[in-house]
């Protein structure tokens, strides 16, 4: 650790020494019987350092127990988003296909009914898939995932699909997309950091 990280500890046992010195030095002035009221302060004192000691050891224990404990799991963490990317890039390929034809304002009902189609896949994919979301991902970005596929699912269930709501379509698949990205990047930064440190 840095010296920066026990500064905060130094500059407390400094004023506590200080303190002592100066107790001494009023209990001399004051006082008949030093001995049993230094005694009663030097145990005082002892009791505070021993305190801060067992703080900072069962600290530093119970991190290295939690990165221990994250670095076991975070392989499989990993392997899950990576299958999971790998499930949902063709969706992502296709829809960004499907948004180029969007673009060239041509007769869209065939490119819409694409959309609407694989759209009702992905949700059903997401459906299936929740439990290697929970395995793998923060709970945050399930949450956001789960806004994500209701959306949608309510968007493919419309009687008339227009191009808005497959512009739309289109942008919840790349959000829910995006989150499991993001989930690997965060996952990955923090196996990085807990592994070199």
């Keep these: 650790m840095k010296i920066h990280s026990y ?31 230094i005694a009663g302060v030097i145990a005082f004192f002892g009791a505070i350092i021993g305190g801060v000691i067992t703080y900072l050891g069962v600290n530093k224990t119970l991190k290295h127990r939690d990165k221990e404990l994250f670095l076991n799991s975070a392989t499989e963490k990993l392997m899950l988003l990576e299958i999971l990317i790998d499930t949902y890039k063709g969706s992502l390929n296709q829809m960004l296909f499907a ?8 007769d869209t009902s065939q490119v819409n009914k694409v959309i609407l189609s694989e759209a009702k896949e992905f949700v059903e994919r997401l459906k299936n898939d929740k439990e290697k979301m929970y395995k793998s991902m923060e709970y945050e970005q399930i949450q956001i995932i789960t806004f994500h596929q209701k959306t949608l699912e309510g968007l ?40 070199n440190s």
Aim: aromatic residues 16%; glycine residues 2%; without cysteine.
């Design 7 to 37: 500064l905060p500890y130094i500059l407390i046992v400094s004023i506590l020494l200080t303190d002592f010195i100066i107790y001494g030095g009023l209990i001399n002035m004051f006082f008949e019987d030093k001995e049993t009221i």
């Design 99 to 106: 948004e180029i034809y969007l673009d060239k304002k041509a």
């Design 156 to 195: 493919t269930r419309k009687n008339i699909y227009t191009d808005e709501d497959a512009r739309e379509s289109i942008e919840k698949i790349r959000s829910v997309f995006h989150s499991f990205d993001l989930s690997k990047k965060e996952l990955e930064s923090k196996y990085y950091l807990y592994r």
